[in-house]
């Protein structure tokens, strides 16, 4: 019989410092914890990280204990929650979602608009601004995974988001995820 693994999600940001992915997972692997998946940035001067920690309940109960005190050594605001695995079988198709446009406000909250309008889920984004090669123009790209339902009909879909991002003067693709 297969045990259900259990998970720490743990939300750190601080001031961006060479050494913090060390110490930070160095602290982890010392619990006896193993770090499944991550998200690591930096933000403006910040340093941002997501982890999803995997370990015994007993060890998951160290890191969490420990906490409040690798966050004091590191300089870091460090939040964590219990969870367990994700929930699969929900038939649904992973999509990949890129748009660039010239940047202004809403971008993000449009295309959120869009999908949670047609109850898609969105699992995964990063956003950036850069400017523009050969003009400076300031630019805004977003990169997303969103969960499409196979009962929903992807080329209708597609229409429909292409039609929204043109109406916003976006420039858009909807494809399936590779990889």
């Known amino acids: 019989m297969a045990t259900q693994k259990t998970f720490l999600v743990i939300s750190a940001l601080g001031e961006d410092n060479p050494g913090l992915v060390n110490q930070l997972s160095r602290a982890i692997l ?10 690591m940035t930096v ?3 910040e340093f941002a990280a997501m982890l999803l920690v995997e370990g015994r309940w007993n060890a998951l109960a160290k890191v969490e204990n420990g906490l409040p005190e690798i966050g004091r050594q590191l300089g870091m605001a460090v939040f964590c929650k219990r969870t367990g695995e994700r929930a699969t079988g929900k038939n649904l198709l992973p999509y990949a979602v890129d748009v660039v446009a010239k940047d202004h406000p809403g971008i993000v ?3 959120a608009a869009f999908f949670a309008e047609r109850s898609i889920n969105i699992e995964d ?8 090669a050969h003009t400076g ?22 229409e429909e988001f292409m ?3 043109d109406g916003l003067n976006l420039d858009a693709v909807l494809e399936p995820l590779k990889g």
């Open 30 to 39: 010392d619990y006896g914890c193993n770090i499944e998946d991550s998200r």
């Open 43 to 45: 933000l403006g001067g």
């Open 109 to 111: 909250n449009n295309l």
């Open 125 to 132: 984004m990063a956003t950036s601004t850069y400017a523009a």
């Open 137 to 158: 123009t300031p630019m805004f790209s977003v990169h997303m995974t969103v969960g499409i339902p196979a009962d929903l009909h992807i080329a209708g879909l597609r």
């Open 163 to 165: 039609d929204y991002c």
